[in-house]
């Protein structure tokens, strides 16, 4: 996945206008101006697309970080040069206090399944001998399950509806669906 489409789902998932986003930036210590995050959102083949680079997404994520849980004493973090969907996994988990149960249910509610110990290698520091990479799918089943909690949408796809069983009242992730 591209920086720009990680930034696109999450505005999209949170409902994010440009004040907002231009806010949470600053949470960052990044100013930004209105037509830089208009040509990151653009599609890849307009000609004003700009590409994302991974240390301005990391400094959303950690102004989104600030927003949902309250700005750090002291310094703040400095944004990562390179980022990883690993990075960006772990970001958005501390970002909304998610426990890994929250996690699995996210990418379960997204169409996909995935154990604890498989996310757990997703967790890990690179060079762990247990450390797996997180593939874009991963981060996008991840992304689509927050979309279907937090805008109440579900999963599209009829093939990914009939490999996944609905979670019941009584399964662990029935407080996410609504």
Same mark, same amino acid.
């Given at each position: 996945?591209?920086?720009n ?8 998932i949170f ?9 949470i930036?600053?949470?960052?210590d ?5 037509g830089? %995050?208009?040509?990151?959102?653009l599609?890849? =083949?307009?000609? *004003?697309y700009?590409?994302?680079? /991974?240390?301005? +997404? ?6 989104l970080i ?27 988990k %501390?970002a909304l206090?998610l426990?890994?149960? =929250?996690?699995? *249910?996210m990418?379960?509610?997204? /169409?996909?399944? +995935?154990s604890a ?14 450390y797996r990479?997180c ?6 089943y ?5 979309q279907v ?8 796809s ?15 992730y029935?407080?996410?669906i609504?």
């Amino acid at each position: 996945m591209t920086n720009n489409d990680v930034l696109r789902r999450i505005r999209y998932i949170f409902d994010f206008n440009d004040a907002k986003m231009i806010a949470i930036f600053a949470l960052a210590d990044l100013q930004v101006k209105r037509g830089d %995050i208009i040509a990151w959102l653009l599609k890849d =083949d307009d000609p *004003a697309y700009e590409d994302c680079n /991974g240390r301005t +997404l990391a400094t959303f994520l950690n102004g989104l970080i600030s927003e949902k849980r309250g700005k750090r004493p002291g310094p703040q973090p400095e944004p990562e040069h390179h980022l990883t969907n690993n990075i960006v996994l772990m970001k958005l988990k %501390i970002a909304l206090n998610l426990q890994s149960e =929250d996690i699995i *249910a996210m990418v379960t509610l997204g /169409g996909f399944r +995935l154990s604890a110990p498989e996310l757990s290698s997703f967790m890990r520091r690179p060079g762990h001998r247990n450390y797996r990479e997180c593939k874009d799918q991963v981060l996008r089943y991840f992304l689509k399950g927050l979309q279907v909690k937090y805008r109440g949408e579900q999963v599209e796809s009829a093939e990914t509806a009939e490999s996944t069983k609905t979670p019941t009242a009584n399964s662990p992730y029935a407080k996410w669906i609504k």
